[in-house]
């Protein structure tokens, strides 16, 4: 059974950091691209970030580039979120999400999320 | 960046009915469409790829259409447990891959 699993959320300040981490299980997991997502509280989806099955290869949304990094460590079966500069509008639930073996872009395994709450 | 537009922002649909939600992509994304639903408290979950493909396990109450820039998706008899929110995501262009505003399909 395919399982991730977040952990690493909290209340931070403005400009401070967090790393959120996934463990994933059930699946081969360095043969997966994966990506996080997140959903502010009462509004869309909205995609941050993604990574090869390698870690040789990311992409980033506009809002988050140069402030977090997205990483995987394949022997822990792990993937991570580092979030430095953290903004109010930052504040989100964080989803992990699998991509389908036909495609490295369609999520057909999501986590349960980690809250992430930006307020002094 | 593709944007893409759902209508309506909320659905009342009694048991048993038709629901019809919309998406729109500001250029096309050919059939390079995917659905989720989500339900309160809950992670989304894939229902519809490809435009029109149903997922793993998905009913065949849950039909996709369109192409290019429309897309619709519709429950053609909704049960109980079909009352949540819909997303659609266009995969064609990216990154940024990017969703819709949702719908939420409420009950009347």
């Known amino acids: 059974e395919v399982q991730l699993v977040e952990s690493g959320g909290g209340l931070v300040q403005p400009g401070g950091s967090l790393r959120l981490s996934c463990a994933a299980s059930?699946?081969?997991?360095?043969?997966?691209?994966m990506h996080w997502v997140r959903q502010a509280p009462g509004k869309g989806l909205v995609w941050v970030s993604r990574i090869n099955g390698d870690g040789s290869s990311t992409s980033y949304a506009d809002s988050v580039k140069g402030r977090f990094t997205i990483s995987r460590d394949n022997a822990k079966n792990t993937l991570y979120l580092q979030m430095n500069s953290l903004r109010a509008e930052d504040t989100a639930v964080y989803y992990c999400?699998?991509?389908?073996?036909?495609?490295?872009?369609?999520?057909?395994?999501w986590g349960q999320g980690t809250l992430v709450t930006v307020s002094s | 960046e593709i944007v893409m537009t759902q209508s309506p922002a909320t659905l009342s649909v009694s048991p048993g009915e038709r629901a019809t939600l919309s998406c729109r992509a500001s250029q096309s994304v050919s059939i390079n469409l995917a659905w989720y639903q989500q339900k309160p408290g809950q992670a989304p979950r894939l229902l519809i790829y490809?435009?029109?493909t149903r997922a793993t396990g998905i009913p065949a109450r849950f039909t996709g259409s369109g192409s290019g820039t429309e897309f619709t998706l519709t429950i053609s008899s909704l049960q109980s447990e079909d009352f949540a929110d819909y997303y659609c995501?266009?995969?064609?262009?990216?990154?940024?891959?990017?969703f819709g505003g949702g719908t939420k399909v409420e009950i009347k």
């Open positions: 999400a699998r991509t389908t073996t036909f495609a490295v872009v369609i999520f057909d395994y």
């Open positions: 059930g699946f081969t997991f360095s043969s997966s691209w």
């Open positions: 490809g435009a029109s």
């Open positions: 995501q266009q995969y064609n262009k990216w990154p940024p891959l990017t």
